[in-house]
């Protein structure tokens, strides 16, 4: 094995040691920065009203602004929400995992209300990279997944672009990167026609 097979062997064990801690972090309540597809995110676990109010806090986020929520897959998204319209399948089957936030009509039972906004929908999506989406897998639990900044502020891409000062408020940050660089997708499908409300990294 040569010098490179060995550094990438270290970073993809660093990788998983990341994951597992910050597994172990969001079951128990906190809260997390880490990289997504698009960005830098920061998130809980949904189900814990008093993570997702710290995250509010923390973010000066208002509490009647709904967060974009992360899944691992279609049957997971399709347990916090009231139905996926037969027509909206072939979509999340073709850009799923990926840069495409769907917003559905919640589950309001099993969504707290400050996830939602006050509203009765859900932003959902299934992001492309294994941080994210290894730690929803592990805790069986979909997560917050709103950019990792203070409200108003710029989105971070890159690690540097993150506050020290928000960094200083989370149980853990995890480093790496994102790949787009850009937002995600978004539409409401929760009308028919479905409507596009911010244009992003994929193109629909």
Known sequence: MNEREKLQLKKISNMNNDIKKAAEIVK?????????????GIGCRIDNEDAVKRLFTIRKRPFNNPTPVLFSSISMVEEYVTNIPEEVMPLLEKYWPGA??????????KVPDLVRGGGLTLGCRIPKHEVPLEIVKSIGVPIIGTSANFAGKPTPYYFEDLDKDLLKEVDLVIGG???EHKESTVIDCTQNPWKILRKGAVII
């Not at 128990?28 to 830098?40: E, H, Q, S, W």
């Not at 495409?100 to 039972?109: F, Y």
């Open 100 to 109: 495409l936030t769907v917003i559905l009509s919640a589950e309001i039972s």
């Open 177 to 179: 990167q994102a790949f």
């Open 28 to 40: 128990k309540g906190g809260l997390i920065i880490f990289p997504t597809d698009t960005a830098f």
